[in-house]
C-alpha cells in the first residue's frame, strides 16, 4: 500500500536555509545540504528546495546545492523557484533534482507545463500553488469558500480561482500539486484542510499540503481531512520542535500508512 | 538515508550508465559509486565496450527515450548485450523498454520481454508517486538482506505486464497500487525494476549492492572468452 509521505522542505535564500511567517522576516536556519542529510537520515520521505528569492543570479547557488545534497542524500529531490523555462528544468534535473516545482512562471505560461510534461514525463513536473482565502461577503447563508492564486513568492495577487487552477494544471500534465496556504504559512495554525479538501476532490493527481504546520496531529488532519498524499513542513522540522519519527507515529496511529524510518515501525 | 547509514561499499565493477537525455542522472551515478561500482555514463556505443554491466535508468515516455537511443546508436548494441547473456538493470522507464510495447505512445521498445507496458488499471492517484511495498514472489540476489514487503520509491504512470507463458516465470516482485502491478523482473541476465533504488534510502542502495556483486558473479561465470559487444552477433531478444 502506498505510504503517505513527510517532506520537510528547505527554502533557501544565499546559499543557506531560511524560514519566514507569511514568506517575510526570515531567519536563518542552516546549510542547504547538511540539514538535507540530517533529514534523510530522520526518516524524511522526500525532500523540497525552493530558492524563495527566485532571481536568476542565485540558479547556480541553487543547482550547486542540489548536487551537494544528491551525492549524499539517496532519497527523492523537488527543486523550485525561479523556473522559468524547459531549459530551466533541464538544468534542475541534471544537477540531481528528481522533481521540479512550477509556480509563477506556470501561472503566467499555462503551456509551459504542458511543454516540461511532454519533455520529461509528467511525474517530474509539480505545479506549486500558493493559495490565499478570499474572505467571503457577509451575504446571509454563506458563499462556498474561494481561494485566489498569489504568485512571485505572495507578493502579487493574480485573480485566478485556486480550485480552478488546480485542476486546470493537472490536465495540462503536471503530475504533483504543491499545495501551500499563504493564510496559514509559517503561522503554526494547521494546514487549510478545507482548501486541500476542495483540490484533492477534483484532481487524482497526488496532492502535496503545505503551510501551517505545528504539530503530530495537523498532518493527520491534512491526510484524513484534506485527502492529501504528502505533508510538507519546514519550521517545526528545523527548530526540533518535532521530530519526523513523532509525525509518522502520529499518522500510523491514526491509522495512516507510512514508511517505516527511525524510530518508527510501521 | 545518508552515506553512514548504508552498506559496505564493493570495489570496482564497471557499469555502464545510458544516458537516453531525460534528466536526473547524478542520482544513480551517486548511488552506484557510493556501493563500489566505477561508474561511466554511455552516450554511444563505445561506451559499452569496456562495460561489465548496463543499467538503463530514466523516467517518462518510451517514444523519446527510443529516439534519443536510436539516434545514439544504443538500440542494436543494447539488444546484443542482453542476448549474449551480459547483466542488465533496467530501472522505471529502463525496464518498461525491455517490453514489446509502450501504451504510453504506441512506441516498439526492445521486445525482449513478451508484453506491454500499460497504464496502471484502478490507480486511485496517478501517476503513482511515493514508498510502496515490494512484495516478491520468488527469492533473489537482488533482493538479499530485504524483508519481503520492504518500502521504494515509486514515480511512475505505467508498468510492464509481462504476457505469455513466460508471464509467471518473469515475475519477481509485486506491488498494489489500486490493482496489483508488476515491480520486478528477471529472466537470466536481465533484472527490471520499476521502482527507483537510487532514490530509496538504505534499502536502495542495499539493493544496487546486491545488483554489483551479482553482475560480478555473473560476468565472472562467463569466463574470459566472452565476444565483445561490438563484434557482431544477433540483434534482438529471444
Known amino acids: ?266 | 538515508m545518508t552515506a553512514a547509514a548504508a552498506p559496505e561499499p564493493r570495489a570496482g565493477l564497471r557499469v555502464a550508465v545510458v544516458d537516453h537525455g531525460a534528466g536526473n542522472l547524478v542520482s544513480i551515478e551517486q548511488a552506484l559509486t557510493f556501493v563500489g561500482a566505477e561508474v561511466r555514463i554511455a552516450t554511444g556505443p563505445d561506451d559499452l565496450a569496456a562495460a561489465e554491466a548496463v543499467v538503463v535508468p530514466g523516467v517518462g515516455a518510451a517514444a523519446p527515450a527510443m529516439r534519443r537511443l536510436s539516434r545514439a546508436g544504443l538500440v542494436d548494441p543494447l539488444l546484443r548485450w542482453i542476448a549474449l547473456g551480459r547483466p542488465y538493470l533496467g530501472i522505471c522507464l529502463g525496464l518498461q523498454l525491455l517490453f514489446d510495447a509502450s501504451d504510453e505512445d504506441g512506441a516498439a521498445t526492445f521486445g525482449v520481454i513478451p508484453g506491454r507496458t500499460e497504464l496502471l488499471a484502478g490507480a486511485p492517484t496517478l501517476p503513482h508517486i511515493g514508498w510502496n511495498q515490494v512484495e516478491r514472489r520468488r527469492e533473489h540476489a537482488l533482493f538479499s538482506g530485504l524483508a519481503d514487503g520492504t518500502d521504494l520509491y515509486f514515480v511512475h504512470s505505467y508498468a510492464g505486464r509481462p504476457r505469455g507463458v513466460s508471464a509467471e516465470a518473469v515475475t519477481l516482485a509485486e506491488t498494489e497500487h489500486g490493482g496489483r502491478f508488476v515491480s520486478a523482473i528477471d529472466r537470466g541476465n536481465v533484472l527490471g525494476v520499476q521502482f527507483h533504488p537510487e532514490r530509496s534510502g538504505g534499502a536502495g542502495l542495499r539493493l544496487l549492492g546486491n545488483f554489483v556483486r551479482w553482475a560480478a558473479a555473473l560476468t565472472a561465470g562467463a569466463g574470459a572468452e566472452r565476444s565483445p559487444v561490438g563484434a557482431g552477433g544477433t540483434a534482438g531478444g529471444d
Open chain 1, 1 to 266: 500500500m502506498l505510504r503517505r509521505r513527510i517532506i520537510p522542505c528547505l527554502d533557501v535564500a544565499a546559499g543557506r536555509v531560511v524560514k519566514g511567517t507569511r514568506f517575510v522576516d526570515l531567519v536563518d536556519e542552516g546549510d542547504p545540504p547538511e540539514l538535507a542529510a540530517r533529514y534523510a537520515d530522520e526518516g524524511a520521505d522526500e525532500l523540497v528546495f525552493l530558492d524563495i528569492t527566485a532571481a536568476p543570479e542565485n540558479r547556480g547557488t541553487l543547482l550547486e546545492i542540489v548536487e551537494r545534497t544528491a551525492r549524499r542524500a539517496f532519497i527523492p529531490l523537488t527543486v523550485g523557484g525561479g523556473v522559468r523555462t524547459v531549459a530551466d528544468m533541464r538544468a534542475a534535473l541534471r544537477a540531481g533534482a528528481d522533481k521540479v516545482s512550477l509556480n509563477t512562471a506556470a501561472v503566467a505560461e499555462p503551456d509551459l507545463v504542458a511543454r516540461c510534461a511532454r519533455r520529461f514525463g509528467r511525474q517530474a513536473v509539480v505545479v506549486a500553488i500558493d493559495a490565499r482565502r478570499v474572505e467571503p461577503g457577509a451575504a446571509p447563508g454563506g458563499e462556498p469558500a474561494r481561494w485566489e492564486v498569489l504568485v512571485r513568492g505572495g507578493r502579487e495577487v493574480t485573480g485566478l480561482d485556486a480550485l480552478a487552477w488546480a485542476v486546470r494544471a493537472a490536465e495540462l500534465g503536471a503530475g504533483e500539486l504543491l499545495v501551500t496556504s499563504i493564510d496559514r504559512d509559517g503561522t503554526q495554525s494547521g494546514y487549510d484542510t478545507e482548501l486541500l479538501r476542495s483540490i484533492t476532490s477534483r484532481v487524482s493527481v497526488p496532492v502535496i499540503a503545505s503551510g501551517g504546520a505545528a504539530g503530530p496531529s495537523d498532518f493527520v488532519a491534512a491526510v484524513r481531512d484534506g485527502g492529501a498524499d504528502a505533508v510538507l513542513a519546514a519550521s517545526i522540522f528545523h527548530r526540533r520542535i518535532h521530530a519526523i519519527a513523532d509525525v509518522k507515529r502520529a499518522l500510523l496511529a491514526a491509522g495512516i500508512p507510512v514508511r517505516a524510518t527511525a524510530g518508527v515501525a510501521a
